[in-house]
């Protein structure tokens, strides 16, 4: 058995990785330059360093090493295509150039599609690692209050709605009214920024898209998420159940805990 990873930034492919490696697969480990960690090396039954734009690379690496099912773990972030910091190959020109937008959907699909035309299938990442997703209920000892309650249930529309526009997945809101709407900066730099507008007491909800492929761009919440909560004094982070995931779990609750902060699993059914 064997497992492709193309790995972007961030600890989630590296778990992809150890999750793998200990039910016996080889991992062949496409790593995204100045991106992925160097931890990678070991955990890696063979890797590969291609720059983030040199798609034929990337593909002919994973054809070579026989690579027919993969997963693309860790964050690759779009601001890269207005900074310079990506050098196309043709292949990905010509995928550019067939966009009908450089929305995260229309790239990410068409990304998945390219690969498939050589016979390589991405997977859903909760499908393959199940104890991942984040589980329902307040995971911390300390639950929401009732205004923060209404928050979060205000936070779901928007968000819901941001992310059918394919905008973002993530808002900040106070006394239910929006701070901050993710956009191509990221979760952690819309929470400090909507963070810093509400004063302290924010309320930070990260949700999935109505649409969302759970192969691709799957909400995950990190130990930077929570600096930049802590930073700005945020009071409750609710994220998707079932289509999120929370890195290091139990570590970042405890740490959530430490800092008077609740992390909540949200279902539908919570914010009617």
Not at 7 to 16: K, M, N, Q, R, V
Not at 57 to 66: E, N, P, R, V, Y
Not at 71 to 97: E, N, Q
Not at 115 to 130: C, E, H, M, V, Y
């Amino acid at each position: 058995m064997q497992i492709g990873i193309i790995a972007g930034a961030g600890d989630l492919p590296e778990i992809i990785a150890r999750d793998a490696k200990e039910r016996g697969y080889k991992v062949i480990t496409i790593a995204l330059e100045n991106l992925a960690s160097s931890v990678l090396n070991d955990l890696s039954d063979e890797i590969r360093w291609i720059n983030v734009g040199k798609l034929g690379a990337i593909i002919d690496a994973l054809k070579g090493s026989g690579v027919r099912e993969a997963i693309m773990a860790g964050k690759v972030h779009k601001s890269l295509l207005y900074k310079s910091k990506v050098t196309p190959d043709m292949r990905a020109i010509k995928l550019l150039f067939s966009l009908k937008d450089k929305s995260d959907d229309s790239i990410l699909n068409a990304l998945a599609n390219e690969l498939a035309k050589d016979g390589i299938t991405i997977i859903n990442t909760a499908a393959f690692s199940p104890h991942l997703p984040t589980p329902a209920g307040v995971l911390t000892k300390e639950t929401p209050s009732q205004e923060e309650w209404a928050d979060i249930k205000f936070g779901w529309k928007i968000a819901k709605t941001i992310g059918e526009m394919d905008i973002g997945q993530t808002v900040v809101v106070k006394g239910q009214a929006v701070m901050a709407v993710e956009a191509i900066e990221g979760t952690d730099e819309a929470i400090l920024r909507g963070g810093k507008w509400a004063g302290g007491g924010a309320v930070v909800v990260k949700v999935s898209k109505p649409q969302q492929d759970m192969r691709l761009d799957v909400p995950v919440i990190g130990p930077a998420t929570l600096k930049a909560m802590i930073d700005v004094r945020a009071r409750v982070l609710a994220i998707e159940a079932e289509k999120s995931i929370i890195i290091h779990r139990d570590k970042l609750i405890k740490e959530a805990e430490e800092s008077g902060i609740s992390i909540v699993g949200l279902s539908a059914e919570k914010t009617k």
